[in-house]
């Protein structure tokens, strides 16, 4: 067994590989990634340098930037996500020693809580929001590597869903019908949550309604 969760790390999140087994997890105190593999028990986990905040004013000083999610790319094993407050982060798991080899996409306002990949669509994530919402969006992909002078990205907002009287707790994509999601909001002392199962009308057209 290989053990990473030191009094130091702090782990925060976990995901695992369906196509070679491989381990992620995040790190929201120290902002790093762990990666091992089980099948080889013995070998230690590899993890990153911290991940920091890209400030273009500031260069100099970069804080921490925690994670807060991390998940693989459905479709391409050497690829993952990492979740942060104001964005995602795309890795490719062969050049992961530091975060200025991962592609920044900058959701801005309002910050995240989680993100997921859609599990049909590699260029769409969809993403839950500090102000109780699901925010879905289409991320650019690079021709090549990302380097340390790959600017931030900023993903196109394609939809929000906005049909809960209550703020939204979680979300899933469905893993079998293309482009559904499934939204929970929890009930509170005057009002009664709920759970709706719904799809974007278009994904490639911004609209504020979610079709039933």
């Excluded at 130091?8 to 790190?27: H, K, M, P, T, W």
């Excluded at 120290?30 to 593999?37: H, S």
């Excluded at 699901?134 to 869903?161: C, D, Q, Y």
């Excluded at 009287?165 to 709920?194: M, N, Q, R, Y």
Aim: glycine share 6%; charged share 20%.
């Amino acid at each position: 067994m290989t053990d990473i969760d030191t009094p130091q790390y702090f782990s925060s999140c976990i995901a695992v590989n369906e196509r070679d087994s491989n381990v992620l997890v995040g790190s929201s105190h120290l902002a790093q990634i762990a990666r091992w593999d089980p099948r080889s028990p013995t070998t230690a986990a590899f993890i990153t340098a911290g991940c920091r905040r890209k400030d273009p004013g500031n260069v100099r000083c970069r804080a921490f930037d925690p994670v807060y999610g991390v998940q693989w790319n459905p479709s391409d094993s050497n690829e993952f996500m990492s979740v942060h407050r104001r964005g995602v982060r795309i890795w490719d798991v062969r050049n992961m020693a530091s975060d200025v080899y991962a592609t920044f996409h900058d959701t801005d306002m309002p910050y995240l809580r989680s993100a997921k990949w859609s599990p049909h669509r590699t260029d769409c994530i969809a993403g839950l929001t500090m102000d109780g919402l699901v925010r879905i969006w289409k991320i650019r992909k690079l021709e090549g590597p990302a380097s340390p002078s790959t600017p931030n990205m900023t993903p196109e907002p394609l939809f929000v869903h906005q049909g809960h009287e209550l703020v939204i707790s979680d979300f899933a994509w469905c893993p079998h019908t293309e482009d559904v999601i499934a939204t929970v909001s929890p009930s509170t002392a005057s009002h009664i949550g709920g759970i709706q199962v719904w799809r974007p009308r278009n994904l490639h057209d911004s609209d504020d309604h979610g079709e039933p």
